[in-house]
C-alpha cells in the first residue's frame, strides 16, 4: 500500500486505520502541495512495532515506480484542496500501475471525544474557517465553557518532536520552530486567549485537549471533513467562488455531512453570487441549517497609504492551492484609495519567483510563505528589493516579529461578524440546549 498525502491526513489514516493491521503493508507515503516535506521518514515511534524502521516520505512524482518496484495493490489518496478531475487524475495514474485507488471515509477514520465537539469546515481554503472557529470561542467563553482549540495538522518539521502540541504563547510558538503557514493560524487564536492543540496522532491530541476543556472546537485545514466525530458541524461556503461549493474534494463532502452551513463574506460579495451558493447549498443539503456572514476588513492607519505606491501581502495557502488571486490585503489597500498597488514580480528573488512559477493565478500579490528558512528570507528580501512606500499585510499573522523589512507594514485585519438573526449563535445556542450543556 501507498498513502498519497501532504502531511497531515496521510498520517491520520495511517494512524487510525493502518498502524496496527498486520494484514497490510504501507510501504510509503508521497507528498506533494507543501515544499520541502518529502524526503523525510514518519518515525518508528509514531509508526509503530509493525514498522521498526519507520516509512519513507517521497515526492508524489515517484507514485509510479513506487508501485511496479513494491508491486503495491491499493493507493489510498489522503490529502485535501484538489479539483475532483485532479482527484481522478491520480487514480488514473494509479490504476494504470494495477493497483486499487482507495479513499477512506469519515466513519473509518474520525475520532470520538470524551467531550463534545464543534467543528468547521468548509468548501475550500481560505473560506474563514479560522474567523469563524475564533468567533465560536468568544461565545462559548462567555457562556462559561472552557474550550480548546484542535487545529487540523501542519506537521512539516521534526515529526516526532511534533506527535503532541500543545500552544498557548507566541514563545510556544518560537520553540516549536513554527512555519509562516503555522502561525498564520494559530497566533489570532493565540491573541484572543484560546488554547491550540495541533501535531501528528490526533488520538493523544484529542484526549490531552478534553482533560482540560468543557467542549473541542475543531479548526479545520483546507477542505477536509474533520478527524474527530463532530457533535455540531458547521461548513463554510465563499460567494467569492462561486461553483467551488462541489468542485473539489473533499469540500463537497464536508457540505454535505454539515448541520449548519455559513455563507461568508457576503459583505464583499456580488449579490447574485450570494444568492448562486445559497441555491446550491439547499439542492445538496436541505436539511442544513443555512445562515449569512460577513468579514469586515479594517486597516490600521489607513490615512498613511493613501496615493503612495504599496505592496500587497497575503495569506500563503488561500492564494496558493486556495486559488485565490488576491485577499483581504488587496481588497483593505484598495478601499484605501492608495496610489498603486506595485507588481512584486518584478522583485522576486528565486525562491518566491517558483512560487509564481507554481501558481500563475498570482499575480499583483505577494503570498506569505515560509515553509522554509530559505523560502522566509525570500519573502524578506523580495520585500525589502520593492520599490514601494509600505506594505499592506493581510496575512493573520505580524510578519514584522518574523522579518527584518524596511518598509512600514500596515496590517489589514478581519473578523467574522453575523449578519442576521436568527444566525449561528442561534445554531449554537439550539445545539447547546439539545445536548443539555446550557450554563445559566
Not at 517558483?354 to 493565478?361: C, K, L, Q
Request: glycine share 8%; with cysteine; proline share 6%.
Amino acid at each position: 500500500m501507498v498513502i498519497m498525502g501532504a502531511a497531515g491526513r496521510d498520517f491520520h489514516n495511517f494512524n487510525q486505520v493502518y498502524r496496527s493491521d498486520p494484514t497490510v503493508e504501507v510501504v510509503a507515503f508521497t507528498a506533494a502541495q507543501i515544499t520541502g516535506i518529502s524526503n523525510r521518514r514518519y518515525p518508528p515511534s509514531l509508526s509503530g512495532s509493525l514498522y521498526p524502521e519507520g516509512i519513507p516520505i517521497v515526492d508524489e512524482s515517484q507514485l509510479e515506480s513506487l508501485c511496479r518496484s513494491h508491486r503495491v495493490n491499493q493507493v489510498v489518496f489522503a490529502y485535501s484542496d484538489v479539483p475532483h478531475a485532479h482527484v481522478m487524475h491520480l487514480a488514473s495514474r494509479a490504476l494504470a500501475t494495477g493497483a486499487d485507488f482507495v479513499l477512506l471515509g469519515p466513519e473509518r477514520t474520525m475520532i470520538q471525544a470524551t467531550v463534545p465537539v464543534i467543528a468547521v469546515s468548509a468548501v475550500r481554503t481560505g473560506c474563514g474557517k479560522s474567523q469563524v472557529t475564533r468567533w465560536l470561542s468568544k461565545l462559548l467563553r462567555k457562556r462559561g465553557f472552557r474550550t480548546a482549540v484542535i487545529r487540523h495538522p501542519m506537521p512539516y518539521g521534526d515529526l516526532e518532536q511534533q506527535r503532541v502540541q500543545r500552544f498557548a504563547s507566541r514563545a510556544d510558538l518560537d520553540a516549536a520552530h513554527c512555519t509562516i503557514e503555522e502561525r498564520e493560524e494559530y497566533e489570532p487564536h493565540l491573541a484572543i486567549g484560546n488554547i491550540v492543540y495541533a501535531g501528528v496522532d490526533y488520538g493523544a491530541i484529542a484526549a490531552q485537549a478534553a482533560s482540560e476543556a468543557d467542549l473541542i472546537l475543531w479548526d479545520g485545514g483546507n477542505n477536509d471533513f474533520p478527524f474527530l466525530r463532530p457533535d455540531l458541524h458547521i461548513v463554510l461556503v465563499d460567494p467569492l467562488r462561486p461553483g467551488h461549493e462541489t468542485s473539489h474534494h473533499p469540500g463537497e463532502a464536508a457540505l454535505r455531512m454539515a448541520d449548519g452551513v455559513v455563507v461568508a463574506k457576503v459583505n464583499a460579495a456580488a449579490t447574485a453570487d450570494v444568492q448562486r451558493v445559497m441555491e446550491t447549498v439547499r439542492s445538496i443539503n436541505p436539511n442544513a441549517v443555512l445562515v449569512r456572514g460577513a468579514s469586515p476588513i479594517v486597516l490600521e492607519q489607513a490615512e498613511q497609504v493613501k496615493g503612495k505606491r504599496v505592496l500587497v501581502v497575503e495569506d500563503g495557502p488561500t492564494t496558493t492551492h486556495g486559488g485565490m488571486p488576491y485577499g483581504a490585503g488587496y481588497v483593505a489597500a484598495t478601499r484605501a484609495q492608495v496610489g498603486a498597488i506595485v507588481d512584486p514580480r518584478a522583485f522576486a528573488v528565486p525562491e518566491i519567483a517558483e512560487v509564481y512559477a507554481r501558481y500563475p493565478h498570482i499575480s499583483k500579490i505577494l503570498p506569505a510563505m515560509g515553509y522554509s528558512a530559505a523560502q522566509l528570507e525570500g519573502l524578506q528580501q523580495t520585500i525589502n528589493r520593492a520599490d514601494v512606500d509600505a506594505i499592506v499585510s493581510g496575512t493573520p499573522i505580524d510578519l514584522a516579529a518574523l522579518i527584518q523589512v524596511n518598509k512600514p507594514i500596515l496590517r489589514a485585519r478581519y473578523e467574522f461578524a453575523e449578519l442576521e438573526e436568527p444566525g449561528l449563535a442561534a445554531v449554537v445556542e439550539q445545539f447547546l440546549q439539545r445536548r443539555g450543556l446550557i450554563r445559566e
